[in-house]
């Protein structure tokens, strides 16, 4: 595929090397970014979590344990540095971490730990970070629609969760500064798969809770996650729903692409298409990041690309 400035894809890159549901090494999704034609490929493994009941049940099943997730982060963490020159000149790979908000308690610490994380040389081991939300209140609402309906019924109902959600997510971006948020209404996932297809996401508290989180994304300089893997998931649609990108970008905000890539063949899946959508909700560019320097004592810049 042709590269073009505008292909830069900053949440993704997922391998079965450091997460129990992805495929692949990281240097074959790295391959994998080349041939998609990208400029610029981020690189945001899951952050490990912290306590026992926040394993998946795959992990499990597998015998993982807390040592062991957070063991994988350190190797990713110290292999990421390798592929980075390894790469240069065919592609520029960003270093990255997903952010979770779990344990609620103090989820606050243990990411900034992570995220502020340094070489041996003392210079910073990440680039940037994307925050994410696939929890509320403890309960995960990015797995099986049976987790879902118990958040909605921690919460008191549909509308009362997708409030949450949102509070959650302002709370997030306040707390955790990321370079970028993730997937923005992540909440729409499972809606159907839990039986609450009729239900519209476009209350007013909702539409208000959601105003409120993209005040926060604006406040802190945030670009949001034009997420191409609601068309995976089969949603017919990327993450935000188009009013979402119509209001956040009225409202200053930029977007980059994210794949979301969890294997080979989710690189640079989406893309081209989720230009052609960002252009239709009137989006005419995109906010990529930059790393700027030496790879070790590197800072990170944003900078507009146009469509
Ligand atoms: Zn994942
Ligand atoms: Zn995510």
Same mark, same amino acid.
């Given at each position: 595929?042709?590269? +073009?400035?505008? *292909? ?6 997922? +391998?079965? $090397?450091? #997460?129990? =549901? ?9 391959? @994998? ?10 690189? +945001? $493994? =899951?952050?490990?979590?912290?306590? &026992? ?5 795959? $992990?499990? @099943?597998?015998?993982?344990? !807390? ?52 070489? @041996? ?14 929890? /509320? ?6 797995? &099986?629609? &049976? ?7 921690? #919460? ?18 306040? &707390?955790?500064?990321?370079?970028? /948020? ?22 007013? *508290? ?10 926060? /994304? ?14 995976? *998931? ?13 209001? @956040?970008?009225?409202?200053? !905000? ?6 979301? +890539? ?18 239709? #909700? ?26």
């Amino acid at each position: 595929m042709e590269k +073009s400035e505008w *292909k830069v894809s900053l949440h993704g890159g997922h +391998s079965g $090397e450091f #997460c129990d =549901h992805a495929e692949a090494t990281l240097r074959e999704m790295l391959e @994998a970014a080349v041939r998609a034609g990208y400029d610029t490929f981020g690189v +945001s $493994e =899951h952050v490990p979590r912290h306590e &026992a009941r926040f394993l998946y049940p795959e $992990e499990v @099943a597998m015998g993982w344990d !807390i040592p062991k997730i957070h063991a994988d982060f350190a190797r990713y963490t110290a292999h990421l540095q390798e592929l980075v020159p390894e790469f240069e000149g065919r592609i520029s790979v960003l270093r990255g971490l997903e952010m979770e908000i779990v344990p609620s308690a103090k989820y606050v610490s243990l990411m900034q730990d992570f995220r502020n994380q340094k070489l @041996a040389d003392g210079s910073p081991a990440f680039d940037y970070a994307v925050g994410s939300v696939h929890y /509320v209140d403890e309960v995960q609402i990015d797995a &099986a629609p &049976a987790s879902y309906l118990l958040a909605v019924e921690a #919460c008191g109902g549909i509308e009362a969760l997708a409030v949450r959600y949102y509070e959650l997510v302002a709370e997030m971006a306040l &707390a955790l500064r990321p370079e970028v /948020v993730g997937h923005l209404d992540l909440i729409k996932r499972n809606l159907t798969l839990a039986g609450f297809g009729d239900f519209s996401l476009q209350t007013p *508290k909702i539409q208000a809770a959601a105003e409120s989180a993209m005040e926060a /994304v604006r406040s802190v300089g945030a670009i949001l996650d034009l997420n191409t893997a609601g068309w995976r *998931k089969g949603l017919g649609e990327p993450y935000p729903a188009p009013p979402l990108v119509q209001r @956040a970008h009225a409202m200053g !905000i930029g977007f980059c692409f994210g794949d979301d +890539s969890h294997r080979p063949s989710d690189v640079g899946a989406g893309v081209p298409e989720a230009r052609e959508y960002l252009l239709r #909700c009137g989006v005419p560019t995109v906010t990529v990041l930059n790393r700027e320097g030496a790879v070790m004592d590197a800072r990170t810049v944003q900078r507009v690309v146009v469509l």
